[in-house]
T-cell receptor
Framework: GENVEQHPSTLSVQEGDSAVIKCTYS??????FPWYKQELGKRPQLIID?????GEKKDQRIAVTLNKTAKHFSLHITETQPEDSAVYFC??????????????FGRGTSLIVHP | GAGVSQTPSNKVTEKGKYVELRCDPI?????LYWYRQSLGQGPEFLIY????????DSGLPNDRFFAVRPEGSVSTLKIQRTERGDSAVYLC???????????FGQGTRLTVV
């Protein structure tokens, strides 16, 4: 089955700095890569996703890049703010014939933004 | 509209007891997932429903765990003879179709004492 590795497990930055979280996946057939943000005691919520037919997607301060050859994808947050502090999870899944459709999650990155 | 709803939000039970956890997905969502999340970990897949049938139950840890979705909407996760190691937050998610955004419920925190 799919295996998703996520690094780092903890990331501490100063407000205004950029933060980068990296994930690798094992199944080359995976074609959907969502990122979730989970605040303490709350449910995971989607912040951005990317499909395998594009290499990059941006939404205001958040961007995701995908390298299918290397089987890795990254989340980039620019101009970080204290409210960005949370745990971020990457996931990978595959659709289509024989697809498992089941998002497999990384172990999470705890992002701490210091004011 | 309403999001994914899970009940109860907290459940404390004694070791050996039976528990049921309920998930009410977003109306019209065909895919439903159950995950388990332990402290400091990512969601761990348990079972996936497409419509009424369990399309993949490979994540269920053992035969004490069972889930149903009889009418293709509400799902119930059932745990028999609970053990202390079952303590975790059980998350339910639904999506309109497969390989699209999964919306999570707020989870049920199960504590087995």
């Amino acid at each position: 089955g799919e295996n998703v590795e996520q690094h780092p497990s903890t990331l501490s930055v100063q407000e205004g700095d950029s933060a980068v979280i990296k994930c690798t996946y094992s199944d080359s057939a995976s074609n959907y890569f969502p990122w979730y943000k989970q605040e303490l005691g709350k449910r995971p919520q989607l912040i951005i996703d990317i499909r395998s037919n594009v290499g990059e997607k941006k939404d205001q301060r958040i961007a995701v890049t995908l390298n299918k050859t290397a089987k890795h994808f990254s989340l980039h947050i620019t101009e970080t703010q204290p409210e960005d502090s949370a745990v971020y999870f990457c996931a990978a899944s595959k659709g289509g014939t024989g697809g498992s459709y089941i998002p497999t999650f990384g172990r999470g990155t705890s992002l701490i933004v210091h004011p | 509209g309403a999001g994914v709803s899970q009940t109860p939000s907290n459940k404390v039970t004694e070791k050996g007891k039976y528990v049921e956890l309920r998930c009410d997905p977003i109306s019209g969502h065909t895919a439903l997932y159950w995950y388990r999340q332990s402290l400091g970990q990512g969601p761990e897949f348990l079972i996936y429903f497409q419509g009424t049938g369990a399309a993949d139950d490979s994540g269920l840890p053992n035969d004490r765990f069972f889930a149903v979705r009889p009418e293709g909407s509400v799902s119930t996760l059932k745990i028999q003879r609970t053990e202390r190691g079952d303590s975790a937050v059980y998350l339910c998610a639904s999506s309109l179709w497969t390989n699209t955004e999964a919306f999570f419920g707020q989870g049920t925190r199960l504590t087995v004492v």
